[in-house]
């Protein structure tokens, strides 16, 4: 059902059983799949929308980057299927530099969160409210941040991480980790989470040594990378290549 008050482009293409609700604007370049439902005063432009997302009130999906280096260069923003955004959501569309953002499958985004151009958001994150994530933060799958985050840009979150509410992260922080404060340090392993993905007992133990070798044994990082270096662990492997890869530096506990 299209609401009657409801401004589409000719350019968009809209899948049968979608629900645009009133005053909402569907504007260029715009992909809305099966079963997703556009909630009331909406706007949405140069995005792919998957099947059965549903989008309160209000939401801002595919605008322009806030980059003063943006010219207008074609880009988009790119929601996997059954994802959710609360009231006054805004993901930008990417820049010339990667051209796209990236939203994944089963996310929610709370209330006035903020994906910045280019990011890369896995399958099952959970954003809370007024969280934002700047310009080519990734996030990965199963990481909740709670409310009033915020991630610097470049940041990188890894898999399972929890970030507790007001968090500044301004490093990358490891897979399955916990952080909090300003600037954010680790508190630990985030072991809900992965109890709850139904991790076993082993590969939960392999993550807790790793845990104690990188940050409580006193080691240099390179020195405890070379400890881990013969693991393994698919878990573990994930963490050292991680690691490798930072270009901003990792979180570390206090």
Do not use: W
Request: charged letters at 25%; one cysteine or more; hydrophobic letters at 40%.
């Amino acid at each position: 059902m299209i609401h009657r008050t409801a401004i589409i482009d000719e350019s968009a293409i809209i899948e049968d059983n979608v629900e645009i609700g009133p005053g909402v604007v569907i504007g260029k370049d715009a992909v809305i799949k099966s079963g997703s439902v556009i909630g009331a005063n909406s706007y949405i432009e140069y995005a792919e929308i998957g099947k059965n997302c549903k989008f309160s009130n209000s939401v801002s999906v595919g605008t322009p980057p806030q980059d003063l280096s943006y010219k207008d260069e074609p880009a988009k923003v790119y929601i996997g299927d059954n994802t959710i955004l609360r009231e006054f959501v805004n993901i930008n569309r990417g820049t010339k530099k990667t051209g796209k953002t990236v939203i994944g499958q089963n996310c929610y985004f709370m209330a006035s969160s903020h994906a910045a151009h280019d990011c890369r958001v896995g399958d099952n994150v959970i954003i809370g409210n007024g969280s934002m994530l700047g310009g080519h933060v990734q996030v990965g799958d199963n990481a909740f941040l709670s409310g009033l985050v915020g991630v610097h840009q470049f940041c990188r979150i890894g898999k399972g991480v929890m970030a507790a509410g007001g968090a500044i992260v301004t490093m990358d922080v490891i897979h399955h980790a916990m952080c909090h404060g300003d600037r954010a340090v680790l508190s630990g392993l985030n072991l809900v989470g992965m109890k709850r993905r139904k991790m076993t007992h082993d590969e939960i133990n392999d993550i807790k040594e790793a845990y104690k070798i990188l940050f409580m044994s006193k080691l240099l990082l390179n020195d405890a990378l070379l400890k881990l270096e013969n693991s393994k662990s698919e878990h573990i492997r994930e963490i050292i290549d991680f690691i490798k890869t930072s270009k901003r530096g990792i979180v570390r506990p206090e």
